[in-house]
């Protein structure tokens, strides 16, 4: 059974800091408590406590609670009430929709005597006739009952017929109380006949799905056996709920435990597939290595023919901790482990996987990974030096001669193979100074083009 644990209350007092000595109000409603206990050692200063919607058949633990003002224990098991002398600040008692048959068990509320608010709506003693006569009298401290306010004509009244209504509910709490022994031995009997079904079960060879068998060679045999299991837990699913049952404690715990073993048995067919699951195909039998995308992550895969190098960024999740990426550069392909599930890409191109390096982006999370390719392109290199040194030549150009730099980019094919004579004479009269160059420069440029617009900028 479920009980009242210190973590539970620790996770239900984040309100007071996790502190639980001196809290005040917890909330513990529908966390499938069947055993009330320790509050009273914990949390010694609790005001309000909400325990509704669980599976408590009986209220104890709560008698040291002194200055316990609200109890609202709705919707449980609970067939007396009892237990509650010590709680001597109590104000509020809510014991909505349980199985309090036991009415006169009430009396034990007398030493409570700051309790104004009563609930017992939905339990059976309140279809007794002369309930709340019975209620009205016996607690005078009393001023609601059921939400309803209790008139001081209604209480003399009660005190009056007192005798004859205390007799009336002493008759019919004896036959509530011999019917609930019956019903008591209607739920035993349920419970030995579902356990006897499960062993036959068992015997014939339906194993339950906690115990999965390993037969890898059985594939379709056990396709079948999990059709026929699934159609047979339908049926059982079926018959259950379809059962005509009475409303007892016993059955609404049956039901739950029917409802928890459902689940579990689920939860143990789905850890089971997990682990069944086949690995993921990366490499082929034939050695074909294949583009693999199971973590579904957008990439980008960038040939830098500059740098003579290739540049993966895939968006990795901005808040995964790298430690849990696990990259692996191989000569014609890339593999990365993103939480233990694999991204593959078949390189367009051989690289350098020693030479590699892998960073990570602080601000959007993704994993870039550069490559530097296995062959080296000796001419893009000359190319880009050839460029380099003719850009410098052309920046000289432009400072003396910008008019004659214009020709060279319209038409290069005339100046295939450059003059040497004439980078000599430039550089000439560069060193003749800006001051002669400056006139000559402008003369040049208005004879030359005649559709030149000067700008002073320039």
Known sequence: FLSVTEDLVRRRAEHNNCEIFSLEEISLHQQEIEKLEHLDKWCRDLKILYLQNNLIPKIENVGKLKKLEYLNVALNNIERIENLEGCEELKKLDLTANFIGELS??????????LKELFLVGNPCTEFEGYRQFVVATLHQLKYLDSKEIERSERIKALQNYPEVKWKIREQERAYLLKRAREKEEAQRRVQERKDKKQMDSKLGFDSPDSPQEKPNQAEGDGEQERCRTVENDEEDRRFWEEPTPYTPESRLETHRYIEEKRRAKDNIRESKKREKPPWTLVTAEGKVLNVNVPKLHFSLKDDEENNQIILDLAVY??????????????TYIRVLVKGKPFQLVLPEEVKPDSSSAKRSQTTGHLVVTMPKAKEIILAKKKVSASIKHSDCNTQQKTTRSGQVEKLEVDPSKYSFPDVTKIIQEKEQTGQGPIKLQPQKVTEVKKSCVDFENNEDV
């Open 105 to 114: 068990s009430i009396a034990s509320l007398k030493c409570n005597i700051h």
């Open 318 to 331: 901005r808040h995964l901790d790298t430690s849990l990426l696990d990259v692996d550069v191989q000569p």
